[in-house]
Nanobody, 127 residues
């Protein structure tokens, strides 16, 4: 049984920074990639960033590119999201997700591309 635990959310002023962390554990988990999604009230869940362990390839949503940085440790099934220059529109519940190493198909920018999800950590940016 796989469990993901996110942390690091909080309340910050516009222009501030936060660092989110996510640790996945359980069984013989081997992840192919890990990612971050977010969902604001009244909106659909959207892709934020992901990292695939092969070569450390990363990808970002256009809305966060240049401000957010994703990093992680494959051996520890851990991923981080450094968020700088935060804006009020970044306010959302942020979810961590894991894509199994043995899974095929589905894009890593879509929710369906992941197999396990955390409970989320709240990020609130005030102006």
């Amino acid at each position: 049984q796989v469990q993901l635990v996110e942390s690091g959310g909080g309340l910050v002023q516009a222009g501030g920074s936060l660092r989110l962390s996510c640790v996945a554990s359980g069984g013989t988990l081997r992840s192919y990639a890990m990612g971050w999604f977010r969902q604001a009230p009244g909106k659909e869940r959207e892709f934020v960033a992901r990292i695939s362990w092969s070569g450390g390839s990363t990808d970002y949503a256009d809305s966060v590119k240049g401000r957010f940085t994703i990093s992680g440790d494959n051996a520890k099934n851990t991923v981080y999201l450094q968020m700088n220059s935060l804006k009020p529109e970044d306010t959302a519940l942020y979810y961590c997700a894991v894509r199994s190493y043995y899974r095929r198909g589905s894009y890593l920018t879509e929710s369906a591309g992941y197999d396990y999800w955390g409970q989320g950590t709240q990020v609130t940016v005030s102006s």
